[in-house]
């Protein structure tokens, strides 16, 4: 906590990609949010955490901060971090790339429907 009070004090200009949402990955499933608060709630005070349930979406969860300073100590402290022998992916959210991937499925779709739509076949080739 000290480092984080060290920052607010000095007038430091933070990256542009640090954000109070930080997005996990390589979770083990089974993890509770009893156990994400434990975690990550070392580094400050926690507004919420959303844990990935469905299919997609296990072993991923959003932690957000109340402040951003905490959120920049938590990614700092945690990347890297052992688990249930796993070791955590801790990111800035960055909607940006969030987007591209469903961006990308849709695109793949409606290109099936097209082909459908006009007969068109790639597998000839």
Do not use: C
Request: hydrophobic share 35%; glycine share 6%; no cysteine.
């Amino acid at each position: 906590m000290a480092q984080t009070i060290s920052l607010r004090k000095g007038n430091t200009r933070l990256p542009p990609e640090v954000n109070r949402v930080l997005y996990v990955r390589n979770l083990p499933f089974n993890i509770s949010s009893e156990e994400m608060y434990d975690i990550f709630g070392k580094y400050g005070a926690i507004r919420q955490i959303r844990i990935g349930t469905n299919k997609d979406t296990r072993g991923t969860a959003f932690v957000v901060y109340e402040d951003i300073y905490d959120a920049k100590t938590a990614v700092d402290h945690l990347s890297g971090f052992n688990v249930a022998n796993r070791y955590l992916i801790v990111l800035y959210y960055q909607p940006a790339k969030m987007n591209k991937k469903f961006d990308q499925k849709k695109k793949e779709e409606e290109i099936a429907r097209m082909q459908e739509k006009y007969g068109v076949s790639t597998k000839d080739k």
